[in-house]
T-cell receptor, first 110, second 112 residues
Framework: KNEVEQSPQNLTAQEGEFITINCSYSVGISALHWLQQHPGGGIVSLFM???GKKKHGRLIATINIQEKHSSLHITASHPRDSAVYIC????????????FGKGTKLSVKP | EPEVTQTPSHQVTQMGQEVILRCVPI?????FYWYRQILGQKVEFLVS????????KSEIFDDQFSVERPDGSNFTLKIRSTKLEDSAMYFC??????????FGSGTRLTVV
């Protein structure tokens, strides 16, 4: 059983659409991370959440600890948002090793 | 913004050879990690390192693997005798009070 499940696995959107990627986890956590991986392979940290909601530009991340669920939203999507978005959880705050989901491959068409 | 630097970006090695992957973590971070991602699969934790010793390791991190912090800046992952199944992207990461969790750009290891 996967400890971190993401949906959908693949997502194609038209430029300008509002996008939601979901993450559910089955283990106790102290923090949840949303990461972005571009085709070249590098991983960039977008958010680290332990409760509530965070916003950065057109990206919004929310977490519901009771339901063990998090969402990543992208408003006014753009082709440059095309990437794999990965949810990962840790039990050690900012210092613990991460358990990764399989990722959601997003493609935004112009 | 500070970066985690990994070298080399690509490495091709023959099966059975030793490889050393190098990482320079963010200078005021105290926690260091190695992860790997086999092509088409999810990222997997290998090992974490704190205060000059391994703090946690996964089942993947067997006796073929070792980590070192040979000086104040570098953090290395050594694979003693590479196997075909070690072919993957290896990511170094560091974390601390400032700048959170930061990943390097990865080393793509190909074992032939």
């Amino acid at each position: 059983k996967n400890e971190v499940e993401q949906s959908p696995q693949n997502l194609t959107a038209q430029e300008g659409e509002f996008i939601t990627i979901n993450c559910s986890y089955s283990v106790g956590i102290s923090a949840l991370h949303w990461l972005q991986q571009h085709p070249g392979g590098g991983i960039v940290s977008l958010f680290m959440l332990s409760s509530g909601k965070k916003k950065h530009g057109r990206l919004i991340a929310t977490i519901n600890i009771q339901e063990k669920h998090s969402s990543l939203h992208i408003t006014a999507s753009h082709p440059r948002d095309s990437a794999v978005y990965i949810c990962a959880v840790s039990s050690g705050g900012s210092q613990g090793n991460l358990i990764f989901g399989k990722g959601t491959k997003l493609s935004v068409k112009p | 913004e500070p970066e985690v630097t990994q070298t080399p970006s690509h490495q091709v090695t023959q099966m059975g050879q030793e490889v050393i992957l190098r990482c320079v973590p963010i200078s005021n971070h105290l926690y260091f990690y190695w992860y790997r991602q086999i092509l088409g699969q999810k990222v997997e934790f290998l090992v974490s390192f704190y205060n000059n010793e391994i703090s946690e390791k996964s089942e993947i991190f067997d006796d073929q693997f070792s980590v070192e912090r040979p000086d104040g800046s570098n953090f290395t992952l050594k694979i003693r005798s590479t196997k075909l199944e070690d072919s993957a992207m290896y990511f170094c990461a560091s974390s601390g009070e400032y700048y959170g969790y930061t990943f390097g750009s990865g080393t793509r290891l190909t074992v032939v």
